[in-house]
Structure formats: C-alpha cells, structure tokens
C-alpha cells in the first residue's frame, strides 16, 4: 500500500512512519523541511498547500495527517482552515487525521 504521512518527522508521525514500513508499504514522509526519513521518500509539503495535497492524495492510497495546531501562542485559524479545505476536497485516496489528546477547550479567554 501506498501510504503519504505528513508530519512524519514529528513525535507522532514518526512512529507511524516506522510502523508503515516496518509493514512493508511505501511510504511518502512528508514535512516542512523534507527531512529524510530512512526507508521512506522524503517530501517537502505544508499543510496549508492544498494543491500539494492533492497531488499527494492521488499518488497515494492512505493520506496520514499528524500535524499538531501551533503550541506557540500563534492563531489556530490557518491550521484549521487547512483542515477545512483538506476536508472539502475531493480525493480518491483515504485520510486519517491523528489528534493529540490536548484540551478542546480552555478557561482562558483567547487561548485557543
């Protein structure tokens, strides 16, 4: 199977990563930078370039997203309209998207 995981660097999307090919599938590791990843073909990709996606979509039968919202005070907004548009979008192949198990809510006004 042909498997395209973006954040694949990342704390999550690494594991995930090595589990895929561990498993014997071909993996696209997709990251900001296009960080190599041993095993795997190296992508550079944001989030937020929905044609990118697309593109990766079509080549891929499984699209693996594992990229947190920002952790550094900065709006969430962009992350979420990325997901929306991921969302609306017409893709032949499968996507999961991970979470994290951080707070969907806060007290603190402005905090999310």
């Known amino acids: 199977m042909k498997i395209a995981i ?7 999307g690494s594991q995930i990563t090595a589990e895929a090919l561990r498993r014997g599938h071909e993996v696209a590791a997709l990251s900001r930078k296009g960080t190599p990843v041993a095993g795997a073909t190296a992508v550079v ?8 996606f697309q593109s990766v979509a079509a080549r891929n039968d499984v699209v693996v997203i594992a990229v947190p919202p920002p952790r550094t005070g900065e709006p969430h907004e962009p992350f979420l309209a990325a997901h929306r548009a991921i969302a609306s979008s017409k893709v032949s192949a ?5 979470g994290g198990a951080g707070r969907s809510e806060s007290s603190e006004p402005g905090s999310m």
């Open 94 to 98: 499968r996507v999961l998207v991970v």
């Open 6 to 12: 973006y954040g694949a660097t990342g704390m999550v």
């Open 45 to 52: 990709a944001s989030l937020d370039d929905l044609k990118t």
